[in-house]
């Protein structure tokens, strides 16, 4: 089954999914360990200056002693200077830890993405694969930075201020503890309230989003049918509802957000009229009081914020799951054997049955039916067939890019479910339709990005089958970019420059599919002359348009509906007067094919 | 007005609650100082001092409550005033978008009309909601929060305030700096999304090439890049914050020390000290803001004049002139279209008619420019000379609405809806009819079973358990290829219009059914003009004329039976179809 996209939004904390998502941090303990530590000295550390405002006023402001205020005071400057220090470190190794492990995990996707089969490939969007790589990605960095880190701090933060109110004064310490329930019962009034509204915002907003990006892709039947009107205003009222659940949340989310000034407001209240009334009676010292009246307003910022950062966790959460879907994706299978040396080349098709769904047995819609055929090394074999009737599937087997429910591919008498992919592929030459070009220089395309090979190589392939002939002709020469934003290359040209490819990869084994698109005629030469010249001395398989390839082939096989028909050499096969024949008619009077 | 009256009465009640305590701990300490009395609240105290203290926390908490009930108030109002300006612009937006042209779709990508409908309007809701409510906040502490220091005691005001200025500074550079980090940062993983996306779609040249050992160096070069930029960027901003906090605590430093030394020379009161360090603390925050700010104002203009750039795209010419009834007679004369910035002509200089009731075919490869001759008519697409004249006036001197009101198109991709088969087939009625939606029910129903009889569609309505009200598309059904050309077949045949195009709108449709398709057309369409773009010679052969297309001009035309004994391109194509069928009958 195809990946689902993972719907679920802020279920809370999963403890198996979280843990998981530690082990990624686990290269980086000692920064990780170090980060917390510096964090707790630096949030304690920011918390003296009112403690020393305290040591002021009761040991130097009400006694009118200035001996040793300057002491305090070089312990303060003294006490910033370390915190900037700790600030600075513990931001900078927690944006790094979070970058690495980032960089950990793109890289984890990326190849694991290179070791799944070409069937995950068919059936996932690209754009689903993209999202796992950056935007879950970034999101897994915020639960680190914005997220665990922020959190340490807040509630070291809070723990301190209470800690040190609890120090001053216990009963104060008391009557703060109290405040924390109630924010938390806050928080958790606006998390259930605010919950419903958003997700309801969010599915609302979602459908406009659709139904916009739908008529967007239709405006040429909304138009034609005069439908305008009617769009416009169903789009009208889906925004309409948005704002109305927008609105909703909004405003549990304007009334919650400055509650924690209202508790700080209450909170300073009381205090002032405890502390003045305990120190009337001499129970409690002028400083505590200056240094509560700062602490009560720096202990509610960071309880808002953990509620902030609890949402950013959560999101991040359903970007782990899907991310670690992906990363528990079955890898492609594969067998161990490697040739040793040159393989021979020997191809065999055994009674091959191959569906791209499931095997149901008859009812499967099978692409090929019971195929056989075996290639002697160096012999050539042209596969024929109309549209549909399973040619590029056998190119795929071949490949092994995907497996076959019934009977073996082999090669060199080995099937290929126990060849190392990879080795196997390396001595198959594939030459597709359409050439897919690399962002890179016309070398890098041809080379593939080898380092190893040479620029002499290079020219040598490009010359040897006919690329050289247009590559020379532009401006940079092999230097040239091509792709996206370097020239466009018209498909008789790609055609060359994979065939140089090919050459330049020197396989065993020659797959190619011809192309059918328009060619001009001198390149059309070119390309013939350097079709024969890569079949010479290599085991050939092609999916034949020309009448040139097919005439020269040492067997013709005509597939029809996934059922090999024919077989045998052109001119026996054209005497038969059977299917060959027709399609003969039908596809190869070169010349006048509209 | 409303918002900023709120902000005005929140920040002035959180500037008096450090005067408040200021005050009052000026009671409890029993010291008052001349001169600083005149920032004293207007309140009666009484003569004793624990029952003046309790009137000011009283007034502390009942400032509390009422701040956090403006507060809400005024974060309220910003919220949904800005929601509804984001609602307004994209309603705006959208209206505007289904007036224009259908060029104008051609020339862009959908993700990016959608990106401008989703994330640019959500940039201006963000600004008018954050940046702006909190600039106007940032200010409002900052001149209030000066002026009261600077009343109480201007000489220490100034003084513990020195380190602001740098902190302005080193904002503006760090700002700066750090832009350009992230530009850097932006385009290392520009190319990195590049890279994967490359990576995706070569899957199939990757595996065959064994190049996944070499993707995945090339994929680690680049990652490793953008954490090296991204280094640079996280050195900058690691320094920011800290030397913010750093600044701040300078401040605070400044203060105990300078004001402690008034304090002990009791030339500050202790309050006036309390009060001071709570001001401090408040002033920091807007400043270090100060950079967000800017960026999100210019993050914000960017996404208007991006929006702004949609909305003044002129809306297609809706076309001018009196309704009157269509018949149906279609002429070209001498038509040429090329797409702008395309030298070679799609159609050039074709000219034909068609008498009213008469079917025209059209026949001719891919790219021979049957499709946008088709589109010419309804104006979808406009000639680049010539003209198009239906019952003998020029197209574009008719009403647009008029004109496609006449005309039931069938499109080749047979694009539906994700709604019911019914709204999809109703979506015929549209035209001349803005309530489609109200028309009786049992008009409508006939009129839907009525269309998709003709379509050959009811058949497999049949089989579907939720018959007509079956959803289409990624929630609902999906149907097969065939049945969406019956579907968008039905929805053209239900306007009973005066011209039927079909533009190749039966390839996937099988022969058989095709057959009783165009029996059923030929009925209703006796009287009726119909254009047949097809590639299936079966298709046309019983059209009245064939034409055939070839690099944008006629190059045959007549019968089906003239053009075989032409033993033309259209002759060829015939006998290539009738093997290919032979072919297919084995």
Redesign the interface.
């Known amino acids: 089954m195809a990946p689902e996209e993972s719907t679920r939004n802020g279920r809370g904390l999963d403890l198996r999914v979280l843990g998981r998502l530690l082990l990624y941090l686990r290269p980086y303990a000692p920064w990780v360990g170090m980060t917390l530590l510096f964090i707790t000295i630096g949030s304690l550390a920011?918390q003296a200056?009112p403690l020393?405002?305290k040591f002021?006023?009761d040991d130097?402001?009400r006694p009118?002693?200035?001996d040793g205020?300057g002491t305090?005071?070089l312990i303060?400057?003294g006490l910033?200077?370390l915190?900037?220090?700790?600030?600075?470190?513990e931001?900078?190794a927690t944006?790094?830890v979070g970058?690495?492990a980032m960089?950990d995990v793109?890289?984890l996707l990326?190849?694991h993405?290179?070791?799944l089969p070409?069937r995950f490939?068919d059936r996932t969007p690209?754009g689903r694969?993209?999202a796992r790589?950056?935007s879950d990605v970034d999101a897994l960095n915020e639960l680190f930075t914005d997220g665990l880190v922020a959190l340490v701090s807040d509630i070291v933060t809070v723990t301190t201020i209470l800690g040190l109110i609890f120090y001053m004064d216990v009963h104060m310490g008391l009557l703060t503890t109290i405040c924390l329930p109630l924010s938390f019962l806050a928080t958790v009034w606006l998390q259930r309230v605010t919950y419903g509204a958003y997700q309801e915002a969010r599915t609302r907003f979602a459908s406009f989003?659709?139904?916009?990006?739908?008529?967007?892709?239709?405006?040429?039947?909304?138009?034609?049918?005069?439908?305008?009107?009617?769009?416009?205003r169903g789009?009208?009222d889906s925004?309409?509802r948005?704002?109305t659940a927008?609105?909703l949340a909004?405003?549990y989310?304007?009334?919650y957000?400055?509650?924690m000034?209202?508790w700080?407001?209450?909170l300073?209240?009381?205090t002032?009229?405890y502390g003045?009334?305990q120190?009337?009676q001499q129970q409690m010292e002028?400083g505590v009081?200056?240094a509560m009246?700062?602490y009560v307003?720096r202990f509610f910022m960071p309880l808002r914020d953990i509620a902030e950062r609890y949402a950013t966790v959560q999101t991040a959460m359903a970007s782990a799951e899907r991310i670690f879907e992906l990363v528990d994706t079955e890898p492609e299978a594969g067998g161990t054997h490697m040739a040793a040396g040159q393989l021979q080349g020997h191809v065999e098709f055994r009674h091959v049955w191959f569906t791209y769904g499931e095997d149901h047995g008859d009812d499967a819609e099978w692409i090929l039916r019971d195929v056989s055929f075996t290639v002697a090394p160096g012999q050539s074999l042209a596969i024929v067939g109309?549209t549909g009737a399973g040619k590029s599937t056998v190119v795929s087997l071949l490949?092994r890019?995907y497996e076959v429910q019934r009977g073996a591919v082999l090669i060199d008498g080995i099937d290929v479910k126990d060849w190392d992919?990879?080795?196997l592929?390396?001595r198959?030459g594939?030459v597709?339709q359409d050439v897919?070009l690399?962002?890179g220089t016309i070398g890098d395309n041809i080379s593939?990005?080898?380092p190893q090979m040479s620029r002499e190589r290079i020219e040598t392939v490009a010359r040897d089958t006919n690329a050289d002939r247009f590559v020379l002709r532009l401006p940079q020469g092999f230097e040239q970019p091509v792709g996206e934003r370097g020239v466009s290359l018209s498909s008789g040209q790609r055609q060359l420059l994979s065939f140089a490819?090919v050459l330049a990869?020197d396989p065993e084994i020659l797959v190619l599919d011809e192309a059918t698109a328009n060619i001009d005629t001198e390149t059309e030469m070119w390309i013939q002359d350097a079709v024969s010249r890569l079949m010479q001395k290599r085991t050939s398989l092609v999916i034949a348009h020309r009448l040139s390839t097919v005439r020269t082939a040492d067997t013709i096989l005509v597939l029809?509906h996934g059922q090999v028909r024919e077989m045998g050499p052109h001119d026996e096969l054209l005497a038969q007067q059977g299917?060959y024949y027709?399609?003969h008619?039908?596809q190869f009077n070169e010349g006048?094919r509209? | 007005m409303l918002g900023l009256l709120l902000l005005l009465v929140v920040q002035s009640i959180?500037t008096a609650?450090p005067l408040l305590?200021k005050q009052?701990?000026d009671v409890?300490?029993g010291s008052a100082i001349e001169g600083t009395d005149k920032l004293t609240l207007p309140l009666k105290l009484p003569a004793d001092?624990?029952d003046a203290?309790?009137l000011?926390?009283?007034v502390?908490?009942a400032?509390?409550?009422i701040?956090?009930a403006v507060?809400?108030g005024m974060?309220?109002y910003f919220?949904?005033v800005s929601?509804?300006v984001?609602?307004d612009i994209?309603?705006a937006y959208?209206?505007h978008?289904?007036?224009l042209p259908?060029r104008f779709?051609h020339e862009r990508r959908?993700g990016d009309?959608?990106s401008r409908?989703?994330n640019d309007v959500e940039a201006i809701q963000r600004f008018l909601h954050q940046a702006f409510r909190m600039t106007l906040t940032g200010l409002l502490t900052f001149f209030l929060s000066l002026t009261v220091m600077c009343l109480i005691d201007w000489k220490l005001a100034l003084l513990s305030l020195a380190p602001m200025p740098i902190m302005v500074l080193a904002t503006n550079a760090v700002a700066g700096r750090v832009r350009d980090g992230y530009r850097l940062v932006q385009e290392q993983?520009a190319t990195?999304?590049?890279?994967?996306?490359?990576?995706?779609?070569?899957?199939?040249?990757?595996?065959?090439?064994?190049?996944?050992p070499?993707?995945?160096d090339?994929?680690?070069r680049l990652?490793?890049q953008?954490?090296e930029r991204?280094?640079a960027l996280?050195?900058v901003?690691?320094?920011f914050?800290?030397?913010t906090?750093?600044l701040n605590?300078?401040s605070?430093?400044v203060l105990?020390?300078l004001g402690?030394?008034r304090?002990?020379d009791?030339s500050l009161t202790?309050g006036a000290?309390?009060a001071f360090?709570?001001y401090v603390?408040r002033m920091s925050r807007p400043l270090m803001m100060l950079g967000r700010m800017v960026d999100e104002y210019q993050r914000a203009v960017a996404s208007l004049a991006r929006i702004e750039a949609i909305l003044q795209y002129p809306p297609?010419d809706r076309g001018s002139g009196s309704d009157r009834e269509i018949v149906g007679e279609v002429e070209l004369r001498h038509v040429s279209f090329a797409f702008p910035g395309d030298e070679t002509p799609v159609l050039d200089d074709i000219s034909l008619r068609i008498p009213a009731g008469d079917t025209l075919a059209i026949v001719g490869?891919v790219g021979s420019g049957k499709s946008v001759l088709a589109r010419l008519l309804?104006r979808?697409l406009e000639p680049t000379s010539g003209e198009v004249l239906v019952d003998g006036t020029p197209v574009s001197a008719m009403p647009v609405?008029a004109l496609?009101?006449a005309?039931g198109?069938v499109?080749q991709d047979s694009?539906l809806?994700?709604e019911t088969i019914r709204e999809n087939l109703l979506?015929?009625l549209?035209?001349?009819n803005?309530k489609?939606?109200d028309i009786a029910p049992p008009d409508s129903t006939q009129a839907v079973a009525w269309a998709a009889e003709i379509s050959q569609l009811a058949g497999d309505l049949a089989d579907f358990p939720a018959g007509y009200e079956t959803l289409v598309g990624e929630r609902g059904v999906t149907l097969s290829g065939g049945q969406k050309q019956r579907a968008a077949l039905a929805?053209a045949v239900i306007?009973e219009p005066r011209i039927l195009i079909l533009d190749d709108a039966l390839a996937s449709v099988d022969t058989h059914t095709e057959e009783r398709i165009l029996e059923g057309l030929r009925g209703i369409m006796r009287s009726r003009t119909t254009i047949i773009i097809a590639h299936r010679l079966s298709t046309v052969r019983d059209a009245d004329h064939i034409i055939l297309l070839e690099g944008g001009r006629i190059a045959e035309s007549g019968t089906h039976d003239e053009l075989v004994a032409l033993a033309g391109?259209y002759a060829?194509?015939h006998r290539?179809q009738s093997?290919?069928q032979?072919?297919?009958d084995?």
């Open positions: 920011r200056g020393l405002t002021a006023v130097h402001f009118g002693i200035k205020f305090l005071i303060y400057m910033l200077v915190q900037f220090g700790l600030g600075y470190f931001s900078w944006n790094m970058q690495w960089r793109r890289q990326f190849n993405l290179q070791r070409l490939f690209i694969l993209m790589n950056t989003a659709a139904s916009l990006q739908e008529a967007i892709s239709g405006m040429e039947v909304v138009q034609l049918f005069g439908s305008e009107d009617r769009r416009s789009f009208a925004n309409d948005y704002l927008r609105l909004s405003k989310h304007s009334a957000f400055p509650s000034e209202l700080g407001g209450l300073l209240a009381v002032l009229w003045t009334g120190i009337t002028w009081l200056v009246l700062q307003p109309a490949c890019f992919a990879r080795d592929r390396r198959i594939l597709h897919f690399f962002a593939l990005g080898d490819r990869a029809h299917l027709r399609l008619q039908l006048d509209p | 959180t609650l305590l009052a701990i409890a300490n001092p624990r203290i309790a000011f926390c009283w502390i908490a400032l509390a409550v701040g956090w507060n809400f974060r309220w919220t949904s929601r509804r984001e609602a994209r309603r959208v209206e978008l289904v007036r259908l779709f959908v009309l959608m409908a989703i993983f990195m999304t590049t890279r994967i996306q490359e990576n995706l779609s070569g899957m199939r040249v990757v595996k065959a090439n064994a190049l996944e070499r993707q995945i090339g994929f680690a990652n490793e953008y954490v991204n280094r996280v050195v901003r690691s320094l914050f800290p030397f906090g750093f605590g300078i605070m430093v105990l020390w402690g030394l304090v002990i009791e202790l000290f309390v360090n709570a603390i297609e490869r309804p979808l609405a496609r009101g005309i198109f499109p694009f809806f994700s979506i015929g549209d035209a001349g803005p489609a939606d929805r306007r391109l060829d194509m290539r093997l290919n032979e072919l297919g084995l």
